[in-house]
């Protein structure tokens, strides 16, 4: 036959349907691996394949998908996987009888990898090689990995495949849902960004949805990539019914389906779940005689997270890759990294994903720290947070590999050089895990003329194709050196910028910052040659995000550098900049905010002192209460006065506007917290004229078997500022505890908080217990479970609803107590 | 054919997640704000923009979920192939009734932010409630992402889902939390029982989800956020 791969120059195959469905009708009881039977029922699964065949399959995917030793161990059935896998092989090649291709099938392995699941990389990694090693023994024409979820699983398939079956083509599917997405998040430009870096022959998608829903993700993927695709839909989505599964859409829907996706680009066709040997008969001849559509390859390099991707290249907008996670001169940064800590990586790539950098270079090289490990850790925190592919940036090719293994997506690795020891230890990590590389133009020197860089340029490139990788796996870093040491080699760096885009359409970046070292006006400096770059072709830079100079200056030149069509994204972008000139545009005022802003005005009157620490409290401004409390005594009004007269009103009035709902619950314990600092500053004072009397005691704790607390934290806040004296007894506190404390501070009222309907009835036992014994404490409780009706059922004195009613309750029970010696109900 | 994973859980480590303000806000009661920046307030959007910082610094989002075979409906319990004692109660027979499968579900933020609120409550209590907010909806958000994963699965197999039901409501004992752990093996996240039933990190959900025969039942609006 003729190779498979020549056939797809011309032809548009035909894959075949769903064995499972099949077999089931044979009498495959329900839930057991069809694969078993490639050795139980051969002569069944032989009878399935000559079925597709006749109804015209050209490929017949081998009986083999659960047939990984993790998925056979779940039928104890791991020591016959070369017996399954072989006669699975066997089976479809009789069926075939020399008129069709046979696809070795690979299914998922059965649990989920690193860094979501338990699954190493390499765990799965070898798990799908011994699988594709005993397939290709058996002589398949392709692998095809099917019904992948997640990106990283595809990753370690994809990398097993390669090493067990290194000569053998790879049809790679993922399963898409409904909107478009795989289920950890990859929608298809990602994905086939990814899958191209691992240089798949055939990419596509298959199962979970019918063919309607998979039209605009596959004609999504026909325009990601120029890769030949295939599809496989089901037969609509699955509906259990009267104890089986069954699907909806009949085999005359589906196949009308099938110009459609040969107008996406679709090149193989076939069937998933439902479909049977009728639904192939029918595409087959929907399709006959029709020719595949061309699709041309993209000039660019992409990168991509597990959830987005970003071209590098000419007429895409300018790459920003951000500098700043790098431990280099950054003490604190530094020590973080030394204690294996993430924080304030997770940190600096936040900031520098919301300041505009497309990607992000991650450096964790500090002396004497395991790198390796902690890329590792620090590629699983980014991507946890932000979205922006990643640069893997390491001196240590054990760095470059823990990152590039962990990392579910398709990173950019920093970096090669011409040095051959270099690119022998780093070329083959980009091919073995399908990234990209920065490859910088020096050698055992820094060649000072543009030839001689693309010398270097040249030497790389050839070694590259050595190891298996194409132009577009590089981007050439074409060295920007310091102006002010070396002019004529920054000078220089330009013409290789030009070179190696007009001969060759390279990709190049550069490390902005060098360029400017040593002079003064840095920024003017290294953003004029970026400006001047960009007119000469460089498609990236790695630079400090943070600065709006850099944006600026890259939205204009990438106006003449065709690189932002109608000038779309700068005029979005420049109405919310700083003019760095007066732009004498109509209507422009001032200096900061968009065009137009009026200037700040100043106040009619400055606010005095009094009425600043009543905002301070309104606005929780916790900062400044303390600096205006101090200002207040040093103006001579006296602590109590201030304590009384100035703060105690504010946290009043916050609490009528939290009951007129103007301020909210954090408001109030902003303020209340507001309030503290204030309190703390004048408590020394007050207590140099004698000790004040509290308005009243209060025991307070959540009640046994709760250890809830933030709730009855902020109500002691209110409480305390509010002049009583509260003991705080924590949670999950025992009532004889409560009633020794209450007993011993002489409390007047005892305070229960419970968040769980298995402990409030701790709160019936306490009142009962003070009833019982004749105690003399008031009980009021409160909690997300209490209710006014429970509060009544146990006897309670008051009940709180949230933490803006625990002073005007506590305030009620006092009164009543200091009037009659008790509390009536409804308080 | 789409397999149902039974048998064993199916863990999910290093949850990537986004921290939404608006969420964040809703959290704190504070009404029809969909950003910090809406509340016009330079102190209140500082303080809990920090504790949504912090949150990000701090949560470590895991997960675990364990689909498990019913076999009979009783009058007042549902049994399945791995337990005939954990879904106890008429509320247990109400949502599982129609439904061949029950998933049970546990998600964890970690303990980070909780050790941090501790610290906190004492010397900054705004702070404490701020990041304590933080933590309450990022615990939930697990709990949703593990749901919305889960879902897919059940759609996948024809089958529909029903609302999520934590455990401890109703007439669901809390006691039966012992059982969801050891089936879901939940100490592989980090996730332990107190005398209580409360599980420790406090910031962790667990629930379970049915998967329910199409046009059997309530026509099931999922709603992962509520609970009952």
Redesign the interface.
């Known amino acids: 036959m003729t190779p498979l791969l020549e056939r797809l120059k011309q032809d548009i195959l035909i894959l075949d349907g769903s064995m499972g469905a099949l077999l089931q009708g044979r009498g495959l009881p329900p839930g057991y691996a069809p694969d078993l039977w490639n050795l139980e029922r051969p002569q069944d699964i032989q009878a399935v394949h000559a079925e597709y065949r006749a109804a015209g399959s050209d490929i017949l995917l081998t009986n083999t998908f659960g047939a990984s030793r993790r998925r056979l161990a779940e039928y104890q059935a791991e020591g016959r996987i070369r017996e399954i896998n072989v006669a699975g092989v066997d089976l479809a090649r009789r069926a075939a009888a020399g008129k069709a291709y046979v696809a070795g099938d690979i299914g998922p392995f059965g649990s989920t990898i690193a860094p979501f699941g338990d699954t190493t990389f390499e765990e799965a990694v070898a798990i799908f090689r011994e699988q594709a090693a005993i397939l290709a023994s058996a002589g398949v024409d392709l692998i095809a990995i099917e019904t992948m979820f997640d990106i990283q699983e595809m990753r370690a398939a994809l990398i097993g495949v390669r090493e067990g079956a290194p000569r053998v083509p790879i049809m790679a599917f993922m399963t898409y849902n409904a909107d478009g997405i795989t289920d950890s998040g990859s929608d298809p430009e990602t994905v086939a960004a990814v899958l191209e870096g691992f240089s798949v022959e055939i990419m596509g998608l298959n199962c979970s949805v019918g063919p309607e829903a998979m039209v605009p993700v596959l004609e999504r993927l026909g325009r990601a990539t120029h890769t030949y695709l295939g599809i496989e839909p089901n037969a609509g989505l699955p509906i259990h019914r009267d104890g089986k599964t069954v699907y909806p859409s009949g085999a005359e829907e589906m196949a009308a389906f099938a110009p459609a996706f040969v107008g996406a680009g679709a090149n193989i066709i076939g069937g998933c779940c439902g479909t049977t040997p009728e639904y192939i008969r029918l595409i087959s001849k929907r399709l006959k005689g029709t020719k595949p559509r061309r699709r041309t390859p993209s000039p660019h390099t992409r990168i991509a997270s597990r959830t987005g991707v970003v071209p590098i290249g000419a007429g895409v907008p300018f790459v920003l890759i951000g500098e700043k996670i790098n431990p280099t001169g950054k003490k604190l940064f530094s020590e973080a990294i030394a204690e294996g800590r993430t924080d304030l990586i997770v940190a600096e790539a936040r900031k520098e994903a919301a300041a505009g950098a497309h990607a992000l270079d991650v450096n964790v090289g500090v002396p004497l720290v395991d790198e390796a490990r902690m890329m590792e850790k620090a590629v699983i925190a980014i991507g946890n947070v932000v979205s922006s592919p990643l640069v893997i940036d390491s001196s240590f090719a054990s760095a470059l590999e823990s990152g590039l293994r962990i990392y579910p997506g398709r990173a950019l690795v920093n970096s090669v050089n011409a040095e051959e020891e270099r690119l022998e230890e780093v070329l083959p990590l980009i091919r073995r895990y399908g990234a990209a590389v920065i490859a910088l133009l020096s050698g055992d020197d820094i060649p000072e003329k543009a030839a001689d860089r693309m010398k270097n340029a040249e030497k790389i490139l050839r070694a590259a194709e050595r190891f298996g990788l194409r132009p577009e796996d590089i981007v050439f870093d074409t060295l920007a050196l310091t102006v002010s040491a070396v002019q004529e080699a920054a000078r220089q760096t330009l013409e290789t910028i030009r070179l190696l885009k007009s001969e060759w359409n390279a990709r190049t970046i550069v490390g902005l910052s060098n360029v400017s070292f040593g002079l003064p006006m840095r920024k003017t400096v290294h953003d004029t040659f970026l400006a001047m770059a960009i007119g000469a072709g460089l498609d990236g830079a790695i630079c400090d995000p943070y600065d709006p100079l850099l944006h600026q200056t890259v939205a204009a030149a990438s106006l003449f550098a065709g690189r932002d069509p109608e000038c779309r994204a700068f005029i979005d972008k420049a109405a919310g900049w700083t003019p760095l000139v007066p732009q004498a545009e109509k209507g422009a005022e001032g200096t900061t905010g968009t065009a137009g802003a009026s200037a700040s005005k100043t106040p009619d009157h400055p606010l005095t002192t009094r009425e600043k620490i009543e905002r301070a409290i309104i606005e929780g401004e916790r900062e400044a209460i303390v600096p205006l409390v101090t200002q207040a005594l040093a103006e001579g009004s006296a602590p109590f006065e201030i304590f009384v007269e100035q703060m105690t009103p504010a946290i009043r009035k916050l609490g009528d506007l939290f009951g007129a709902r103007q301020k909210f619950i954090p408001h109030l314990i902003a303020g209340a917290d507001t309030m503290k600092k204030g309190v703390e500053v004048l408590q020394p004072l007050l207590e140099a004229k004698g000790p004040t009397q509290p308005k009243g005691t209060i025991v307070f704790a959540t009640v046994k078997g709760d250890i809830h607390d933030i709730g009855k934290n902020i109500c002691i806040l209110m409480l305390r500022n509010f002049g009583y004296r509260v003991i705080d007894l924590g949670r999950n506190v025992a009532i004889e505890t409560i009633l020794e404390t209450a007993e011993k501070e002489k409390a007047q009222i005892v305070a229960l908080s419970a968040l769980m309907t298995t402990t409030m009835i701790q709160m019936k036992v306490a009142v009962d217990a003070i009833r019982e014994r004749n105690l003399p404490y008031k009980v009021m409780v409160g909690g997300a479970v209490v209710t006014p009706k429970f509060t009544t059922e146990i006897g309670a004195d008051g009940y709180g609803k949230d933490v803006g009613e625990v002073v005007p309750l506590t305030e009620r029970i006092l009164a009543a107590l200091a009037e009659t010696g008790r509390v009536p109900e409804g308080v | ?3 149902i ?1 039974l ?2 859980p ?9 921290i939404e303000e608006r969420q964040i806000l809703r959290e ?4 029809k704000k969909a950003s910090l920046a809406e509340l016009n ?4 959007e500082r ?2 923009g920090q504790a949504i ?1 912090e949150g ?3 949560i470590e ?1 895991q997960g675990v979920y364990r689909t498990l075979t019913i076999t009979e409906i009783g009058e007042d319990r549902v049994l399945t192939r791995e337990s005939e004692t954990l879904f106890l109660g008429q509320k247990m027979v109400k949502l599982l009734r129609h439904c ?1 499968y029950a998933s049970l579900i546990v998600a964890t933020i970690g303990p980070k932010i909780e050790t941090e ?1 501790d610290r906190l ?2 010397p ?7 990041l ?2 933080v933590g309450a909806w990022m615990a939930d958000y697990m709990g949703i992402w593990l749901d919305r ?1 889960l879902e ?1 699965e059940i ?5 529909q889902r029903t609302y999520r039901f934590g455990v ?1 409501y109703g007439d669901w004992p ?1 006691s039966s939390q012992t059982e969801v752990m050891a089936l879901t093996e939940a100490h ?1 996240i980090g996730i332990a029982l ?5 599980m420790i990190p ?1 910031l962790s959900i667990s629930a379970v989800i049915g998967w329910q ?2 046009g059997t039942g309530p026509q099931s609006t999922p709603d992962p956020e509520s609970d009952s």
């Not at chain 2, 199916?10 to 986004?18: D, T, V, W």
């Not at chain 2, 900054?124 to 701020?130: L, N, Q, T, V």
């Not at chain 2, 107190?194 to 409360?198: L, M, Q, R, V, W």
Request: aromatic residues 14%; positive net charge.
């Open positions: 054919m789409p397999a994973r048998g064993h199916l863990f999910f480590h290093n949850i990537p997640f986004e704190m009661r504070i009404p307030e330079p102190a209140m303080a809990i910082e990000y610094r701090m989002g061949d609120v409550s004492g900054e209590p705004a702070h404490a409630y701020f304590e907010r994963m897919r759609v996948r197999a024809g089958y401890g809390l592989k107190n005398e209580a039933f409360i406090r025969k199409p």
